[in-house]
């Protein structure tokens, strides 16, 4: 496996330990995660959304991602940006993750 797909796939392990303290389910099964972009420079773009605008968690959530992700060899940077487009629903989940919290 090349360098870089193994630092990607870090990158997902990492995010799978980040959890909403509300959601007994990792944010990247939730389907929060909407873009990882790492550039050959180690810059580590994040594109979240939140399950709802007004996520009592979203300094949580976000420190948490910045802090696992910043510790992965290779990353140098990590920005991490709040979206709202497209707006979250329940779809964008994992199926696993649906199973979890009973939807399926």
């Known amino acids: 496996?090349?360098?870089f797909l193994e630092k990607e796939e870090n990158i997902v392990k990492m995010l799978k330990t980040v959890f909403d303290p509300e959601i007994p389910v990792n944010i990247y099964d939730l389907g929060l995660?909407?873009?990882?972009?790492l550039q050959d420079d180690g810059h580590l773009i994040i594109d979240l959304t939140l399950t709802a605008?007004?996520?009592?968690?979203?300094d949580f959530i976000v420190e948490d991602v910045r802090m696992k992700t910043e510790g992965i060899l290779g990353v140098t940077k990590v920005d991490i940006n709040i979206v709202y487009d497209p707006p979250w629903d329940k779809s964008m989940m994992?199926?696993?993750?649906?199973?979890?919290l009973g939807f399926l």
Do not use: T
């Open 1 to 3: 496996m090349n360098e």
């Open 33 to 37: 995660i909407y873009k990882i972009d």
């Open 53 to 58: 605008p007004s996520c009592p968690a979203v």
């Open 94 to 100: 994992s199926e696993e993750a649906q199973l979890e």
